[in-house]
């Protein structure tokens, strides 16, 4: 393997010229730009590495980028990813352009770059590097890099019921993300979150906005937007919708043994993100348990009426909105929570409030002793000299349910690129150079390592 | 007196003309346009009219416009008015300049033309109609025209301490505004409610925004807000800050008596602004006492994290704010309401929600029958032949505190030129050229009127 190795350092600037010319443009799933052209660029490298690569069309979606290398031996290994990323704003705190890839300091700066564009060019890098040194690789690959991960994969299931004979069998994957914790141990993660994320919209007032002096007698849709939330959540944290934890699996065994090795150096983490404490004060094994394993409730924006900081209008609106979203745990499910959340609202009297569902995917989990496992805990010992740290579950959402424990596929994370201060979906987002070289490396260690794998 | 109305009459040209002249000069205080200009027009206009004018400045503020009219009897009116206009935006609806003070369908159509200037011009012409014909007037007049009204007369206070020897005694003042209601019938005004405007931020959460994943462990400050919110008042409309209600003063019997006699259209109202109904199911007589005399807890706006409607963020914002305006009735202090708000915060667990106030001006009212009240009231029954209908509180605000109970001079609003679709602080504010020449002639007979007062 140590050519392969080195074949990666020798082509390393031109490794990272491909990185940055995929975080050079932009595809913002959510502002509709540039996602035609990021997937046309990513079908294009992945054609480039030698993998044949399509656009698979979605109808009123995304297309999914669609990438095979046939390998020489019986394993097939699918690689999940998405092109997309989140939008930049707000533009005035980034320090260079979301969109220029500066390296500095060490890093690349831009958004997308660790939430995912380094995996997913990390990847198609890695089957260069294989196919340049070896000509071809050990085992079957496909890639599978979506479009719209970052509004929640609308359109996936649709997608996976429709090609399902394109992406199985497999006996592994691999899912987008992964990297470093504080103390520089890789993290591995078997399962993920689930999802149900809402706009809940209260426009039952008058049909203009009103001089503020009339809501003595006219109702306020901010008001009953800020009384249904609060019927949702109180400050002791705990979700009032009735039967909401009704499907919260305990940790097995072996899962809580997992998390008790998962060091999390609190003290750090504080004083990276400017925090006196945490949530409720919590601490230790339980602030890690409510990590992993609890689902949650949070207002991811809330909107409505006279918002000029610091300046003066005396007006009554007639509409306000909040977006909330929930994270779940298994054998949460999504469809579920959301019409219990209807549920909730009518029996609170708030029939009034709005509810669309902007994204619903249902949490997923892999056994920790499955092969694809193992192969990449094998991978981490050998190029980081380490144990990595194992993971039952990541408090991100993503489609890994549909993607593969719906179609019985192991799937667990690679040692990528990302680290503590990655900042995904914040401004300045990075990864260290360093790190994504590695990510290289990794996978084209893990293509020889699963490959030899009995399953 | 029917020499000065006729006058009034053969120099209507001439006196629209000097309407026409202030509208045509912005001065528009929230964005500083034109402001010192205006000032020195209306100075200028009072000096030709034959007042004692002059700026008196306001260290960083808008001068206030001060005019002395010595009579020839002992009584002494008080006229306040500000020069100063809402801005003009959005200036695509207007369908005349909004500063060419174009004459169309009976009407003059300008900003500020209703708030405030048909009022400032139509009394300065009033004393000049006086003096043409009469040469002295027989009472004491003095002009009070502020620069800040319409950003919350934030130096008034100020000013009226500095300058308390020159604006008194006065036996009565005529406040600004006043008009004619969806009948025709002139209205009256005795009272204003006061006003405590804030703005309330939580930003105690990480020192950036974080993938809404982290809500697992890390404090949300929208939560914050919302619970903050939520404290104050409940679906009960009832407001919770401890004490908010200790000087609400009941209405006397009197005031009742004058609101019984005010009609209310409520399905005419509930239809104009699609309502299904008032708040709290309110009708009939409750509703108008409610609507009058009880203080409000309004959400004006409402922001934080990502607001982009039907899209997709799951972030975990770190800063969130609120705009909450009180509507104060006697004896309410608005000074005293933030400060118990900051205590109410504190006691509920939100030490951490920071306070802003943005305007702070107490209520006021004068007893119903002020000598100065009936001078009006005899004036309009003269002019315009009908009982004007007299209420005890208007729900807008201003310095009426300041610059009259606080001083103990009764005030109430004039028959001025205001009507129901007079479009203040809205595109084409507009009035009736006739009702403007009304507002002279009413004024000129209050002069009378009032000189005739036993105090």
């Known amino acids: 393997m140590n050519d392969i190795l080195t074949f990666v350092d020798q082509n390393r600037d031109r490794y990272i010229g491909l990185l940055q010319t995929a975080c050079r443009q932009p595809s913002i799933s959510t502002q509709g730009i540039g996602v035609l052209e990021m997937a046309e660029l990513a079908r294009r490298m992945l054609t480039e590495a030698g993998a044949e690569a399509r656009l698979s069309p979605i109808d009123g979606g995304n297309p999914v980028v669609v990438g095979l290398v046939r390998g020489t031996g019986p394993r097939v290994l699918n690689l999940y990813n998405h092109y997309d990323v989140q939008p930049p704003e707000p533009l005035e705190l980034w320090h260079s352009d979301p969109f220029g890839a500066e390296i500095r300091d060490g890093r690349i700066w831009a958004r997308g770059v660790a939430d995912n564009k380094c995996h997913l060019v990390a990847r198609i890098c890695a089957v260069d590097a294989w196919r340049q040194v070896r000509g071809q690789l050990p085992l079957t690959v496909r890639f599978i890099a979506e479009g719209e991960e970052e509004v929640g994969s609308p359109n996936l299931e649709r997608w996976v019921h429709d090609h399902r004979a394109e992406i199985t069998p497999a006996d592994g994957c691999i899912w987008e993300g992964g990297g470093r914790d504080f ?150 499910d999504p469809h579920e929570v959301a019409r219990r959340l209807r549920a909730h609202l009518d029996a609170h009297g708030f029939a009034d409030i709005e509810v669309q569902v902007l994204a619903a995917e249902h949490p997923a989990r892999t056994a920790l002793d499955a092969p694809i496992v193992r192969a990449v805990q094998t991978v981490v010992r050998r190029l980081h000299g380490h144990e990595p740290m194992t993971v039952p579950l990541t408090p991100g959402s993503g489609p890994m349910y549909v993607l593969c424990q719906a179609l019985g596929i192991p799937a667990v994370s690679s040692p990528g690129g990302g680290h503590p201060d990655s900042k995904g979906h914040a401004p300045n987002e990075n990864i260290y150079v360093e790190d994504y070289v590695n990510a290289i490396k990794g996978m084209a260690l893990l293509f020889e390592e699963f490959a030899k794998t009995q399953t």
């Open 183 to 332: 103390n520089g141990r890789i993290r591995l993660s078997c399962g993920l979150k689930g999802i149900c994320y809402v706009e809940l919209t209260s426009a039952r007032g008058a049909n203009t906005d009103m001089h503020s002096s009339r809501a003595t007698i006219v109702p306020n849709p901010l008001w009953r937007l800020v009384w249904a939330l609060g019927t949702l959540k109180g400050p002791d944290e705990r979700i009032q919708i009735a039967g909401f934890y009704d499907r919260v699996l305990p940790p097995t065994a072996e899962e809580q043994a997992a998390l008790d090795a998962v060091p999390f150096d609190e003290a750090n983490f504080l004083q990276t993100f400017g925090l006196d404490g945490f949530l409720l004060g919590l601490s230790g094994r339980d602030l890690k348990l409510k990590d992993m394993f609890q689902p949650t409730c949070t207002v991811c924006g809330l909107w409505g009426g006279y918002t000029e900081p610091g300046r003066l209008k005396t007006v009554l609106a007639n509409r306000a909105s909040a977006k909330v979203d929930f994270r779940l745990v298994p054998d949460q």
